[in-house]
């Protein structure tokens, strides 16, 4: 019987959904769905210290504002669906502890009562000699020894044996087979003194009790894996196939961050890109079709997507290109789904509910071509309904000495113009400027500058017929 593809993605709540997350997300999501499998969500909030439930409520928002949607999982803080109980890991703590229990009695764990300082000395030492971080120095541990450690106040954790002897092989599907030598690879601490479980361990025995099929993540967390292979055998239980997506790097070649600019999804949210522009800028960060293909629909990017497709070198983040790919999304786009997709944006710039003037649909098909984001659309025609300030490039056409003649005659023009319509207009002030004995960009440059504040925007003589001769007329009044 072919087997059921189950993949996860299993965030730990210390933030918000940053871009690598987001890939491993969509990764996952669409590998299940490809398939026809499931996709399963799991909160990793082992972190005492540093989980929140803000960060909770951020990461459903994040997945469901990218238009990913999970078959188990929170569906909130108190709401879950699925059949394998909670899919907190810290609702799941007996789960965990009746497996550490079958290791301790087994032989294959053991306390360790090592303080932080000790096991920094032990770090050190071992970076020297080129061996394991930690020397297992507590493995052998007599009951006299350990009572003695405990009347002293000491809390154990508790360690995964690791093997001393041969290699521990990833069969990576990215990557192919890689090896680590078991001797350079230290105990695992698997239950912290706190008697919460580690990452290392917790995803093992929820990956299996889930019955995950495909763990898809990031490159960082291949180092982890041999110790998990370790605790899988150990534990009896059959192995999911893994694959390893390669690292984001920023345009300078150094690991993705901040400096590079937004890194959270809720980010690029505020900041006006679409949630189908980034999934598909996303799909492309380390993932390639034979043909190259750039743009796709979201069930074309479900059929094409396979893990052959991946790629083992770092993938590059351009900020540039996501614009680029967005401004086509745009495109797109109806000018009435345009309004309606920046309706945000247009509250926050006050142009909602409408102002007086043009509609705003009419606006957004006359700068279509021009959007690369959402938030550009009140920042390109906001000038169309109220006063602006000129810039710098418009002071400068409209402090020119022929410019008060030449915005007066079009005043006195088009006072009494029939009809106030784009052709018309253009006619007539084409034939102004001949009368004139000017060159056309001596009255158009001005005319635009003084009408919208700007040495650039849409087509002139539409944007006139939209903006309407009281509107038009007082503005050339007011910059001549």
């Known amino acids: 019987m072919k087997e059921i593809v189950r993949t996860r993605f299993a965030p730990s709540p210390t933030g918000h959904l940053h871009i690598g997350g987001a890939r491993t997300t969509l990764y996952n999501w669409l590998f299940a769905r490809h398939h026809g499998g499931q996709f399963v969500l799991r909160i990793e909030d082992t972190d005492e210290v540093r989980s929140t439930t803000d960060s909770v409520s951020a990461i459903f928002d994040s997945i469901s504002w990218l238009g990913l949607d999970w078959d188990e999982g929170p569906l909130d803080m108190e709401h879950e669906k699925g059949p394998n109980g909670s899919y907190f890991q810290m609702k799941r703590l007996p789960l965990y502890q009746e497996q550490i229990q079958k290791l301790l009695q087994e032989g294959k764990a053991y306390p360790c009562y090592c303080t932080k300082e000790e096991l920094e000395v032990i770090r050190k030492d071992a970076q020297k000699e080129n061996r394991a971080s ?173 893990l052959a497709g991946c790629q083992k070198n770092p993938a590059t983040f351009d900020q540039v290109k996501l614009s680029w790919m967005n401004g086509e999304y745009m495109r797109a786009f109806s000018p009435a789904d345009i309004i309606a997709r920046s309706e945000t944006f247009l509250k926050g710039a006050g142009l909602l509910p409408q102002l007086p003037g043009p509609s705003l649909e009419k606006l957004a098909a006359l700068e279509r071509e021009k959007f690369k984001l959402l938030k550009d ?85 539409l944007m006139l017929e939209l903006m309407g001769r009281e509107l038009v007329l007082k503005r050339l009044r007011r910059a001549g």
């Open 134 to 306: 930690y020397d297992g120095r507590c493995r052998r541990l007599t009951d006299r020894q350990k009572k003695d450690y405990e009347a002293s106040g000491r809390k154990p954790a508790i360690r995964f044996e690791m093997p001393e002897e041969g290699e521990t092989v990833v069969n990576d599907i990215i990557r192919g087979p890689v090896s680590f030598t078991n001797r350079l690879l230290p105990d695992l601490v698997i239950q912290k003194t706190t008697g919460g479980p580690t990452y290392n361990f917790a995803c093992v025995v929820d990956d299996h009790a889930m019955s995950i099929s495909h763990v898809i993540r990031g490159d960082e967390h291949l180092s982890n894996t041999p110790a998990q292979i370790q605790i899988y055998k150990a534990l009896g239980f059959s192995l999911p196939q893994f694959a390893h997506l390669s690292m984001i790097m920023g345009p300078d070649g150094t690991k993705l961050s901040k400096r590079h600019g937004a890194t959270s999804v809720l980010e690029y949210k505020e900041q006006g890109f679409l949630p189908e522009a980034l999934r598909n800028y996303l799909a492309l960060l380390g993932w390639a079709t034979a043909e190259s293909k750039q743009l796709f629909t979201p069930k074309e990017l479900i059929q094409a997507f396979d």
């Open 377 to 461: 659309v009140p920042d390109r025609i906001g000038f169309f309904y109220r006063d602006f300030e000129f810039t710098p490039e418009a002071e400068k056409v409209l402090a020119k000495p022929e410019v008060k003649d030449v915005l007066s005659g079009l005043a006195a023009l088009l006072e009494s113009f029939e009809p106030f319509e784009d052709k018309a207009l253009e006619g007539a002030i084409r034939q102004f400027c001949t009368q004139k004995g000017l060159k056309p960009g001596q009255v158009f440059h001005p005319l635009r500058a003084a009408v919208s504040g700007r040495t650039e925007g849409p087509t002139l003589f």
